[in-house]
């Protein structure tokens, strides 16, 4: 038995089969133009031809399907799955000036109080589509959503980790009361757990790609939710840190913790919790100075054994979320040594600095305290790094706190992890 995990990131897709021992058997990518991106038809293109690149006889061997998606991106369907509207994307805050509606409505702390939420652009389209698109309309669809309805054929599913900023309980698991007293409430899809099954395969597509006619297509999950299944974690305690353009947080706790001013929010993950929080700090920051030989070469030379005299707080420009919340936080980046060594020593401390305060910033919300961190993205190969980063954070939160990195960082392994054992790894009881 294989089971198959479908990525769509922002640039591309990605496509992951494992065997039932969890061994990567086969894989697949398809990349996406900047026009692509928020084209149904082109996701659909992708997912043909992700599964035609994938070996035959890997084919015959699946048995379960889920696919993630970048969170918040969604669109509007009609009745028989065709797309009415181009997808919105995550980071797509053309709906903005519906958050006032939802601020009105949402209790204190909703992730759906964003200019960004999936509820934000249902109401937006609500108030601004014609009225004759808008009678049409049947249902919402986060990405992931639509993807897998491809393959089964019935209306969209969603799962409580794409449903949270449309407005889902995830504590009740229901629509609330608010939620169902707005105008669009009818096109809310239905939610299921991720992993769960939804429906068997289509035949025409079965025969088509040669699969397996029993192969499940199952509820997904968000493209980082993926990315974190990847790493490993799945104890209390357990924290992902990702080192990509931004620096990005996730740990699992024992109950919700959530924090709309600082920008966290939890994930209902089986009996745990997965409370995250992200920083305008990270690799954006280097690449605006160092070239990835720079990075490699510089940071061997560093040498850490040495404090590092500098205070700097790496950001591109003016603003950060967490763990300080002020969209006037200035950069600090003086001042600059002659050497670009000491130089880059700076940057990366602090950004280890800050890694170390947002953990402490979800422990003062409520979050227990972090024991060992996975690291991913494409910071994780950095050894120096690593190591500043092991330092500050047993330096910050007064304990040993293990860093690794994560033995799998890619979201579509994960999600095929999703589909092979839903979250039962996440379960306590």
């Not at 990131?9 to 039932?20: E, L, N």
């Not at 936080?329 to 040594?337: F, G, S």
């Not at 227990?368 to 494409?378: F, M």
Request: hydrophobic share 40%.
């Amino acid at each position: 038995m294989h089971a198959l995990g479908i990525d769509f990131g922002t640039s591309g897709a990605r496509a992951i089969a494992i065997d039932s021992g969890g061994q990567a058997v086969a894989q697949a990518r398809y990349h996406l133009s900047s026009s692509e991106v928020q084209q149904p038809a082109s996701w659909q293109q992708a997912l043909w031809q992700l599964l035609s690149d994938l070996p035959v006889a890997c084919r015959h061997q699946l048995r379960r399907i889920a696919v993630n998606g970048t969170s918040a991106t969604v669109l509007l369907c009609d009745c028989t799955t065709q797309p009415l509207t181009p997808a919105l994307l995550y980071n797509d805050a053309t709906a903005r000036s519906a958050l006032p509606t939802v601020e009105a409505v949402a209790p204190p702390g909703s992730p759906t109080c964003s200019a960004t939420s999936s509820l934000v652009k249902a109401l937006w389209w609500y108030e601004n589509l014609d009225s004759e698109v808008r009678s049409q309309v049947s249902y919402l669809a986060h990405q992931a959503d639509w993807i897998a309805s491809l393959l089964h054929g019935k209306p969209a599913v969603s799962d409580y980790h794409n449903a949270l900023k449309v407005g889902y309980d995830v504590r009740s698991l229901s629509y609330p009361d608010w939620l169902l007293n707005l105008p669009v409430s009818g096109w809310l899809p239905t939610v299921k757990t991720p992993g769960d099954i939804v429906a068997t395969i289509l035949p025409e597509l079965a025969q088509r790609f040669e699969i397996h006619s029993d192969c499940q297509i199952c509820a997904g999950t968000t493209d980082s939710i993926g990315a974190f299944m990847a790493s490993g974690a799945h104890r209390l305690g357990q924290a992902v840190t990702s080192l990509g353009s931004t620096l990005v947080l996730k740990l699992l706790n024992d109950t919700p913790v959530d924090n709309q001013n600082y920008g966290v929010y939890s994930h209902r993950f089986g009996d745990l919790w997965l409370v995250g929080g992200a920083s305008n700090t990270g690799g954006a920051v280097l690449q605006q100075f160092f070239s990835a030989e720079q990075l490699s070469e510089l940071s061997a030379q560093i040498d850490i054994s040495q404090p590092c005299p500098l205070n700097y707080y790496p950001l591109t420009s003016p603003g950060e979320r967490f763990p300080h919340n002020d969209p006037d936080y200035a950069p600090r980046l003086t001042p600059r040594p002659a050497e670009d060594t000491a130089f880059l020593y700076g940057l990366l401390d602090a950004i280890a600095r800050i890694e170390a305060e947002g953990y402490q910033k979800l422990h003062a919300l409520g979050a227990v305290s972090v024991q060992q961190v996975y690291t991913a993205g494409g910071g994780a190969q950095n050894q120096i790094w690593q190591q500043l980063r092991q330092r500050q954070l047993g330096s910050m939160l007064l304990g040993a706190v293990v860093v690794t990195t994560a033995a799998n960082t890619e979201a579509a392994y994960g999600t095929a992890q999703l589909a092979l054992k839903g979250l039962f790894p996440y379960q306590t009881r």
